[in-house]
């Protein structure tokens, strides 16, 4: 099994930024897939951005593309989710999630998942 503990989020200005942290415990993920999901109030859970067991693809929602970024360091176990110029349409439960594959987009294929961070833009 897979732990996976998100930090990181609270409530940010428009235009601000934030960079959110998912430590996996358990067994290893550094030979998986990692994403960061988001869901807002009322509204279904959709991808933000993936990234592949050695952080050597990454793909991104278009609504993020240029102002977030995913890496991870699989020495430290860990996932981080750069948020630059935030906008309120941002705001959500941000949610890390490990797959078993080593690369995929489909968020079927994420199996555990975090508790979630939430992620508050004013504006």
């Known amino acids: 099994q897979v732990q996976l503990v998100e930090s990181g989020g609270g409530l940010v200005q428009a235009g601000g930024s934030l960079r959110l942290s998912c430590a996996a415990s358990?067994?290893?993920?550094?030979?998986?897939?990692m994403g960061w999901f988001r869901q807002a109030p009322g509204k279904d859970r959709e991808l933000v951005a993936v990234i592949n067991w050695n952080g050597g693809n990454t793909y991104y929602a278009d609504s993020v593309k240029g102002r977030f970024t995913i890496s991870r360091d699989n020495a430290k176990n860990t996932m981080y989710l750069q948020m630059n110029d935030l906008k309120p349409e941002d705001t959500a439960v941000y949610f890390c999630?490990?797959?078993?594959?080593?690369?995929?987009?489909?968020?079927?294929?994420?199996?555990?998942w975090g508790q979630g961070t939430q992620v508050t833009v004013s504006s």
């Open positions: 358990g067994r290893t993920v550094s030979n998986r897939a």
């Open positions: 999630a490990a797959s078993t594959l080593f690369t995929t987009i489909d968020p079927k294929r994420y199996d555990f």
